[in-house]
């Protein structure tokens, strides 16, 4: 089987720094994406890592270590309106993305 | 542009009936995914269209549930004798090709089986 591991929920303060991990099993790989979801609101990309290393777009930043089957969202500068769900999907066909549960950010002032 | 497009943005049915739910993906994507969400939970795979080939069954949950694809564009989502199990947010997606992980969302059916 198949399975993706996040923290359900973090809390950070406005203009911080926070990481959400991501660890998963899955018995083929092709990358690891992430997704911003705000409630009730369709999931938007993020970022994908299909190699290891460090992916950089602006305040967000990815990482992917397929050693050790993890991966993190790094988001910088934090602003209110980064309060949402934050997803990590692994690619494992080319094409589907397997999601995790998602973990729910809250930015405080 | 226009991104994805969905429709109904909600459907209440009951317990029993049939249901068709409408994706228009962006104009130009040759790959198209259905997933849905439960509330509070990520999302899970359903079916995904590539250009003219088969489509990627796989994640449909039961016979009951199935899709298709004219035209290599406009995509609905067919489920028979709907259960309260089906009550989610149906979430379609659209990509250029079937690489990197980047697909684009539509906003979802809210469907409640009462």
């Known amino acids: 089987g198949q399975s993706l591991e996040q923290p359900s929920e973090v809390t950070a303060v406005e203009g911080a720094i926070v990481q959400i991990n991501c660890t998963y099993q899955?018995?083929?790989?092709?990358?690891l994406s992430w997704y911003q979801q705000h409630d009730g609101g369709a999931p938007t990309f993020l970022s994908y890592?299909?190699?290891?290393g460090l992916e950089e777009t602006g305040r967000f930043s990815s990482f992917l270590s397929r050693s050790d089957s993890y991966g993190y969202l790094l988001l910088q500068e934090l602003q209110m309106k980064d309060s949402a769900s934050y997803f990590c999907?692994?690619?494992?066909?080319?094409?589907?993305?397997?999601f995790g549960k998602g973990t729910s950010l809250l930015v405080t002032p | 542009g226009a991104g994805v497009s969905q429709s109904p943005s909600n459907k209440v049915t009951e317990k029993g009936k049939d249901v068709e739910l409408r994706c228009d993906p962006i104009s130009g994507h040759t790959a198209l995914y259905w997933y849905r969400q439960s509330l509070g939970q990520g999302l899970e795979f359903l079916i995904y269209?590539?250009?003219?080939?088969?489509?990627?069954k796989s994640g449909l949950p039961s016979d009951r549930f199935s899709a298709e694809r004219t035209g290599g564009s406009v995509s609905t989502l067919t489920i028979q004798r709907t259960q309260q199990e089906d009550s989610a947010v149906y979430l379609c997606a659209s990509s250029l090709d079937s690489g990197r992980g980047e697909q684009f969302f539509g906003p979802g059916t809210r469907l409640t089986v009462l």
């Open positions: 269209f590539q250009g003219n080939s088969a489509p990627d």
């Open positions: 899955t018995s083929g790989f092709y990358g």
């Open positions: 890592n299909g190699l290891d």
């Open positions: 999907a692994v690619s494992n066909s080319g094409y589907a993305l397997n």
